[in-house]
């Protein structure tokens, strides 16, 4: 019983630690693109990898936690622990193992490219191609700050402030959106144009 408790204790620490990182992050200005961006060129938009890293690692200490409660309960009292409880003990530890997993192939594959005709969401195993004129909804949160996008067909981007980059997306987005997509959610067209005019300041003060 105390190990199990210690265990939990041990993830519930780190999970919190996770939160506090992501948030920090959260709270960082939106960076600039690394290279100067021109019209009718791909700009690829990528999520910071740390994202991806600390949902890996939230996902292999418990899998390693269970998976060594498992090994010791069996050799405490294998009867007590039978068959039916190792499987299913290790079907929560390769479900773990699979979470971590994705997680890192999307750190290494997961993005998105912008261009004049639309968006293309590239994942772990599918892409999506999104025009521009297909949007019906942007959205922005604030508290989580990142950009939603639905299509007509009702698909789904997200897109976080916290991406080099999203002063070109901005820019693109005001110009390409329909207009009453624009002005259903003035929220969401402020703050492109926000990240409009923090991008040209950046690179007014660079070429200084």
Request: contains cysteine; hydrophobic residues 55%; charged residues 20%.
């Amino acid at each position: 019983m105390r190990e199990s408790l210690i265990a939990f204790a041990v993830l519930a620490v780190l999970m919190f630690a996770a939160q506090a990182v992501r948030a920090r992050g959260r709270r960082r200005p939106a960076a600039p693109a690394h290279v100067p961006w021109k019209p009718g060129q791909r700009l690829v938009l990528r999520t910071p990898p740390r994202n991806a890293f600390l949902s890996c690692v939230t996902a292999l200490v418990p899998a390693a936690l269970v998976a060594a409660l498992m090994i010791r309960s069996w050799a405490a009292e294998p009867r007590r622990v039978g068959p039916l409880g190792m499987a299913g003990g290790a079907a929560v530890v390769l479900l773990l193992l699979a979470v971590a997993a994705f997680q890192l192939a999307s750190a290494a594959r997961a993005h998105v490219v912008v261009h004049d005709t639309g968006l293309e969401r590239v994942g772990v195993f599918r892409r999506l191609l999104v025009g521009w004129g297909s949007v019906t909804k942007l959205s922005f949160n604030g508290a989580q700050r990142w950009f939603h996008l639905t299509t007509e067909h009702g698909a789904h981007v997200w897109l976080p402030l916290d991406v080099a980059g999203m002063p070109e997306f901005a820019r693109l987005a005001l110009r390409r959106l329909p207009r009453q997509v624009l002005e259903a959610d003035p929220a969401a067209r402020e703050a492109l144009q926000e990240l409009v005019g923090t991008g040209g300041a950046r690179r007014s003060r660079s070429a200084m």
